[in-house]
């Protein structure tokens, strides 16, 4: 893990939050009515667009199999053609059905049952499936689990790597402990801090930088990061 220049990684860290909150205000993610809608989406969303990821869901929702136990019912084919804009459909298909059968064979169906109980069992849980990583298992639990877990996505990483919070070689669990250590465990405080950072590289911290106008422009960094 590398430190800000000057030392102070925390301080960094806790002085984005508010200057990104006081620029563009509450984003009001996750964008999903539900919180099936929500975990369908956080797996669908792997290595897609969002736009993709909206199609996908909309075709699930005419075909009425946003819920648990009509995601039980279909066939493995049936549910990989209805979310094809997705993108390695047939992957998220197996990743879907995966999480289903758990939730199930578990759970009986009941995701609040699924969430509960300590973090990082759940968090250890959630991993055992099948297709759930870290960053997928942290924004179901955050979420829709309204568990204080942070979201390491690759827009985060590249607004701390550049400036000067992490390296390139930082491993996602030591990214996410840095931001927990650096920012008191709250639910909505870690839901606005993740989609703030999603909305500013997407604005301003893309892979080739923008930043005139950035509500970070007058910290410390380096755009070529």
């Known amino acids: 893990m590398k430190s800000v220049r000057d030392g102070t990684t925390g301080d960094t860290i806790r002085a ?5 909150l006081r620029a563009w205000g509450p984003q009001g993610w996750w964008p999903a009515d539900t919180a099936t809608e929500m975990v ?4 669908l969303t792997q290595n897609t667009a969002w736009p993709n990821v909206e199609r996908a ?7 009425n199999r946003l819920t648990w136990s009509r995601l039980r019912e279909i066939s493995q084919a049936d549910l990989a053609e209805l979310i094809r804009p997705s993108g390695t459909f047939r992957v998220k298909a197996l990743r879907l059905k995966a999480f289903v059968r758990f939730l199930w064979r578990f759970h009986a169906g009941d995701l609040d049952n699924m969430l509960c ?4 069992e759940v968090r250890k849980r959630l991993l055992s499936i099948h297709g759930i990583g870290p960053e997928t298992a942290d ?3 955050l979420y829709a689990g309204y568990r204080p877990t942070f979201v390491v996505d690759a827009y985060t990483r590249r607004v701390l790597r550049r400036h000067y919070a992490i390296d390139h070689r930082a491993s996602y669990e030591s990214v996410r402990a840095l931001l927990q250590q650096s920012i008191r465990a709250d639910v909505g405080v870690y839901q606005e801090y993740h989609a703030l950072l999603v909305e500013l590289a997407k604005r301003h911290c893309r ?5 005139d106008g950035c509500p970070l422009e007058d910290l410390p960094h380096d755009n070529a990061l």
């Open 57 to 63: 869901v909309k075709n699930l929702a005419e075909a």
């Open 117 to 120: 109980g300590n973090l990082e």
């Open 40 to 43: 369908v989406g956080a797996i």
């Open 16 to 20: 984005i939050y508010p200057r990104l």
């Open 207 to 211: 892979v080739k930088a923008s930043c």
């Open 139 to 141: 924004a179901i639990i």
